[in-house]
């Protein structure tokens, strides 16, 4: 119920306002057992990219996958890093109450 509440509230707040909201997720081609499942969310671009293809500069930034960035604007605006299992456990309510707070 708490989700649908979510889903409604953010509904409400991306139609009214232009921001426009990103979710990459990086992780690596040995990882890919344990790649998120991130569900569609209207107004939301999901994208994914791998470790191994990234430029040395980013690889080097990222100390664990798999890693999720929330953007808004092109800005990041909230992470999420797995832990020392390489295991990322995130919920879709996790998600969408990070887009509601980013979208304040």
């Not at 604007?73 to 969408?96: R, Y």
Request: charged share 25%; hydrophobic share 45%.
């Amino acid at each position: 119920m708490r989700t649908f509440i979510c889903a409604i509230l953010l509904f409400f707040t991306f139609n009214a306002s232009a921001q426009k909201f990103t979710i990459v997720q990086f992780n690596a081609k040995w990882n890919d057992g344990h790649t998120v499942k991130i569900p569609n969310i209207k107004g939301v671009d999901v994208k994914f990219a791998l470790l191994e293809d990234q430029p040395k500069h980013i690889r080097e930034k990222i100390k664990s996958v798999p890693l999720i960035i929330l953007y808004r604007d092109g800005q990041p605006v909230k992470q999420w890093n797995a832990d020392l299992s390489f295991k990322l456990n995130i919920t879709e309510e996790d998600i969408l109450r990070a887009l509601f707070e980013a979208s304040k």
